[in-house]
Each structure stands twice: as structure tokens, then as C-alpha cells.
């Protein structure tokens, strides 16, 4: 179902088998020029969610600098920063573990949320 348009692309991806609760995973993505939207729907789940994702951490040469602001995780190098926002969780963190990828290191950015929430993550540049 993938739309497209000179300022939107949408598409979903599902994921389908046994997930220790759910037995499907629809992810739908939004691409414009400003923000990737991501919001995941777990057809026949109605629990608690966590959503995980990497964030850079070092790629080698620097350091990234990582805050978490309530429902916001900002990663900073140089003058640039991209912003990880998860509307809704009920708790932010960046685990401190750093673990190796083709980029340098990255950590684990993790959002808890609530039983019937639907879980969005929204990645801007800042």
C-alpha cells in the first residue's frame, strides 16, 4: 500500500508470528521533508508497549551528546541535533550501553506506554 507524492511517502510493513503477546505487528510509516512518523498497531494486543530504536553514540571521531526531555530524546553532534519524539509513553530513557554498528557505537532509546496505547515515534532534524 505504498503512496507517494513529491511531499509524502506512506507504506506499512507487517510483521506476522508469535511475539510473546502479539501475533502481528503493523508498522506504518510517513516520510515528508520535514519528520519520519512511525506508528505501530498490534491488531490483537491490548497490553502495555515498548518501543525500542538506536541511537548514535559515537561514531569514532565524537561523542554524540544524548538528553531525554519528557516524551523527546535529542541526539546532538556538532551543531546538528535530531529529536526522537514519542508522544504518550509514560517513560523515556537511553540505556547506557553502547553497542557496535557500521556507523561507531550506538545506545538503545527505549519508550514505555501504557495498555491501549498506540505507540508513534516522530524523528525530526532540529
Given amino acids: 500500500n505504498v503512496k507517494e507524492s513529491p511531499g ?6 507487517v510483521y506476522s508470528g508469535s ?14 521533508p520535514d519528520a519520519l512518523k512511525l506508528s505501530v498497531e498490534l491488531p490483537d494486543y491490548s497490553g502495555p508497549v ?27 553532534l556538532g551543531e546538528r541535533s535530531n529529536a526522537f519524539t514519542v508522544n504518550g ?20 532509546a527505549i519508550a514505555e506506554f501504557a495498555a491501549g496505547e498506540k505507540p ?4 525530526r532534524p532540529e
Fill in 50 to 76: 515498548r518501543m525500542q530504536w538506536p541511537v548514535l553514540s559515537d561514531n569514532g571521531a565524537e561523542k554524540t551528546r544524548i538528553t531525554v526531555d519528557g516524551e523527546k530524546v535529542r541526539v546532538a
Fill in 89 to 108: 509513553a509514560t517513560r523515556v530513557q537511553v540505556d547506557e550501553t553502547p553497542y557496535g554498528c557500521r556507523n561507531g557505537f550506538a545506545r538503545v
Fill in 120 to 123: 508513534t515515534l516522530i524523528i
Fill in 19 to 32: 511475539f510473546d503477546g502479539p501475533t502481528s505487528v503493523v508498522e506504518h510509516y510517513e516520510l515528508t
Fill in 8 to 13: 509524502r511517502v506512506t507504506f506499512d510493513i
